[in-house]
């Protein structure tokens, strides 16, 4: 599942950042899918660290945010496992997070005269990447 997996990973990242340039939104959320296909399902395990042996690889998913309220891992993680639940995944595994931040410049017309003033402010944006996958349920 290594080189495979990091490719997989670099198309989701590609479909998250064509949508990043595309939408309006200020949260995106992208997957792509590397196995067989599954029914969604609602009880998803989140792990940043293990994985079982039996874990079926489903896809990679790729979430981010901008801004004061989009861009908190509060916000972030929920979509994070809605979109692994979509694909069918009963556990999320998170491989990254990080933040960028850009400077983002506002220009509006201000004064009598009609001069131009302009508003530099700082934006984060948070990633959270990882893989959708598929563990057998266990028989009790």
């Known amino acids: 599942m290594g080189d495979y997996w990091y ?27 590397a196995g067989p296909t599954y029914a969604p399902t609602a009880a998803v395990r989140v792990t940043a660290f293990y994985v079982p042996g039996n874990a079926s690889l489903i896809g990679a998913v790729t979430v981010e945010g901008s801004g004061p309220e989009e861009g908190k891992l509060e916000r972030l993680l929920p979509e994070f496992i809605a979109r692994v ?8 595994k998170v491989d990254r997070t990080w933040t960028h931040f850009r400077l983002v410049t506002s220009y509006m017309s201000c004064g009598p005269s009609g001069g131009t003033c302009t ?3 700082e934006v984060a944006t948070l990633h959270i990447t ?8 266990v028989a009790r």
Request: with cysteine.
């Open 7 to 33: 490719r997989l990973q670099g198309c989701a990242w590609v479909v998250g950042v064509a949508l990043g340039l595309w939408g309006c939104g200020t949260v995106r959320v992208a997957s792509s899918l």
């Open 85 to 92: 639940g979509q694909l069918g995944g009963n556990l999320a």
């Open 119 to 121: 508003q530099t402010h």
């Open 130 to 137: 990882g893989r959708a996958l598929r563990v057998p349920a």
